[in-house]
């Protein structure tokens, strides 16, 4: 019998300023984005871009609310921000 291994777990670090935006959000939309960066982790898919200066890092689109991310190794994200699309890239 061999023992097979599960997919590769991603670590999620949050800063506390996206912590206090994910919290601000109301519960139902604040669900629908932490699924979407839990689908985006199991299977890298998903409105992802990298941003261009002189923003840094990678931002994923989760319906009219941004995430934005960096990647620290293979085995880990930092959450940097979560932001309405109107108020993103001010």
Same mark, same amino acid.
């Given at each position: ?54 923003? /840094? #890092?990678? %931002?994923? *689109?989760?319906?009219? @609310? +941004? ?12 959450? /940097? #921000?979560? %932001?309405? *699309?109107?108020?993103? @890239? +001010?």
């Amino acid at each position: 019998m061999s023992e097979g291994r599960g997919p590769e777990r991603t670590a999620v670090i949050w800063s506390p300023e996206a912590r206090v935006q994910l919290r601000s959000i109301e519960r139902e939309t604040a669900m629908q984005i932490l699924y979407c960066v839990d689908r985006y982790l199991g299977s890298r898919t998903g409105d992802v871009k990298k941003l261009k200066p002189p923003f /840094t #890092g990678f %931002r994923l *689109r989760c319906g009219d @609310y +941004r995430v934005f991310f960096d990647h620290k190794d293979e085995s880990s994200i930092h959450i /940097t #921000g979560v %932001r309405n *699309r109107r108020d993103a @890239y +001010r």
